[in-house]
Every structure is written in structure tokens, then in C-alpha cells.
């Protein structure tokens, strides 16, 4: 048995008592977060999000990238969102490889090298810094006047604003 | 106070009983989750995930693109995960706009056109398995042979492959 057939099997423990039906597709808190794909965060439990409250966006690096500014776009003018939290965290993955060498190795091992960045970085309350900056900058969202930067401390469950 | 005021908020209140500090950074079940940003879509709670199980990445509509190809790489090759499950749901916001209508409004009220398509589908099932097809074929992961798709319906909670 798979990870993911214990994951469907889950989800059909899940289905069987659900209650939560009808709610609307926009988010009822106005809020989108961004967060790394790290598996220490469950943004939901972390921010006490309920269903329907918030988009919740994640990559490798909860980084602002030009599908998470896509995605902020479609959140902010069809889906009605006014707010972005920034959610990076301690002891990120990102900072434990180069990027150089990294695209190196996938070059080396594909024969063609990959058309995006990795976006590792060392300092995280930087990467927060430009993250914010890249999506107060962005021309496609109509609302930038709240969107603001955290980083989780995955030992204590604790947010740092980021200024 | 604002939204993110009061999810500052919540997270002290969660910080203040948290007891899951320690885990480390590569995911304990070796999967990552490629999801909808939709709100209605609380991954872990659909899956039954616990912390620090699996990699969760998340953009609006849950289609794979380079970004997410970025993340399923450095989550393959740097966080040791070897199955993909790509999350797509009903009632998807992603079908209630056209692509080429969308991007005209951003570049009238922006003065220039995105570098990037909304991405905009009507047929999920069919996004999903485009998507199945652009993971199986990425040439930097490891690990294509356990990538399975499904939708999941926000009014029953359940899941239904696509195969």
C-alpha cells in the first residue's frame, strides 16, 4: 500500500463524517496567504484558519515568483481577497544547497538545464524583505496597502514579523 | 484590526500550547501535495496529514506549472519525497473567467500585459491529467512512477481519481 493509498483511504474516513458543504468559492477573511510547501507548516492550524476563510499559496520557499504574483492576481480580481501574509519559516530547506551547483547537477543528470531558479537563499528575514517588495510592486494587484511578512519558528510555533 | 491582526493573534494563542517542535525538515512520508489555493481546500484535514508528513504546494487552480516544477524538484531531490498527488476540486474559480478576456482587463488597467497566462480551465478533469502528464514528464525528477490525480468535491469532502 502507497503513501497515497492510505491518503485516499484518509479522505474517505474524512468524506464519511464531513459537515462542511456550500460554502462559496471567495475566501470570507479576504486573505491570501503565501507560504513555504515545508511540511512543519500547517498554515490553517498555525493561523487559526477555518474552511472558506483564506487562499493559501505555497511553494518551495513560500518565495514570490511570477505564478504566486498569477495567483495573487486571480485571488485579488475574481476572488475578491484584500489582504497577503508572507509566511516563511526557520530551518528552511532553501538554505541547505546553492543554486549554481544545483542546476549543475540537473544539467548534468537531464542533459538540458531547468528554465527556472531554484531561489535558495540564506537569510530568511531578507528573502521576506523581497518578497514583500516584489508584491507590493506587482502592477496587476489592486490591493497593497496590507500585505505584510512572518517567519515561523518551526520549534515553537511562534511568528516574527519581518519590518 | 485587520485580518492579519487577528491571525497574529491566533497564532500566539496556538504558539502558547504548540509541542511539535523538533521534526525535521524532510517530510516523514516521503510525499508532496500539489493542491488549489481555494479556501475551501484544507489539505491536511482532507488528506488526514499531520506535521511534517508531506510537502504541500499550492497555486491557484493547482496546475502545474514551472514553479511547480521548481518545488517537486528540490522536494525530490533535496527533501527525499517520492510520490506526487495533485489536488484539483469542484466549483473551481478558475472556470469562472476566459484567459484572454482576463489578460485584455490587466493590460488596460496595468498599461502592460502579464508575463504569464491565468491559466484558466473549464474541464478539471481534463487539467488534471494535463497536469499528471507535465509532472511524468518533467526531466529533473527522480521519482514519476507513483504521480496519481484527483478531484476533490467541496461539497462531500470526497475524492475521485483521475485516471
New interface residues.
Given amino acids: 500500500m502507497?503513501?497515497?493509498d492510505?491518503?485516499?483511504a484518509?479522505?474517505?474516513?474524512?468524506?464519511a463524517s464531513?459537515t462542511?458543504?456550500?460554502?462559496p468559492?471567495?475566501?470570507?477573511?479576504?486573505?491570501?496567504v503565501v507560504a513555504c510547501?515545508?511540511?512543519?507548516l500547517?498554515v490553517?492550524?498555525?493561523?487559526?484558519?477555518g474552511?472558506?476563510?483564506?487562499?493559501?499559496?505555497?511553494?518551495?520557499g513560500g518565495v514570490v515568483?511570477?505564478?504566486?504574483?498569477?495567483?495573487l492576481?486571480?485571488?485579488q480580481?475574481?476572488?475578491g481577497t484584500t489582504?497577503v501574509?508572507l509566511l516563511h519559516h526557520s530551518?528552511?530547506?532553501?538554505a541547505?544547497?546553492d543554486d549554481d551547483e544545483?542546476v549543475a547537477?540537473?544539467t548534468a543528470?537531464?542533459?538540458?538545464p531547468?528554465?527556472?531558479a531554484?531561489?535558495a537563499f540564506t537569510d530568511t528575514e531578507q528573502d521576506v524583505r523581497e518578497s514583500l517588495a516584489l508584491v507590493r510592486d506587482c502592477?496587476?494587484l489592486p490591493h497593497t496597502d496590507?500585505v505584510?511578512g512572518?517567519v515561523y519558528d518551526?520549534?515553537?510555533?511562534?511568528?516574527a514579523?519581518v519590518a
Fill in positions: 502507497s503513501v497515497t492510505e491518503l485516499v484518509a479522505n474517505e474516513s474524512f468524506a464531513f462542511g458543504g456550500g460554502l468559492g471567495p475566501p470570507s477573511r479576504h486573505v491570501a510547501m515545508d511540511a512543519r500547517d490553517y492550524r498555525v493561523l487559526g484558519l474552511d472558506g476563510e483564506a487562499h493559501v499559496i505555497r511553494n518551495a515568483t511570477d505564478d504566486v504574483l498569477r495567483s492576481t486571480i485571488s480580481r475574481k476572488l489582504e501574509v530551518k528552511c530547506g532553501m541547505t544547497f544545483f547537477e540537473l543528470d537531464s542533459g538540458q531547468p528554465e527556472w531554484p531561489g502592477p496587476f496590507a505584510r512572518f518551526v520549534d515553537t510555533g511562534a511568528l514579523e
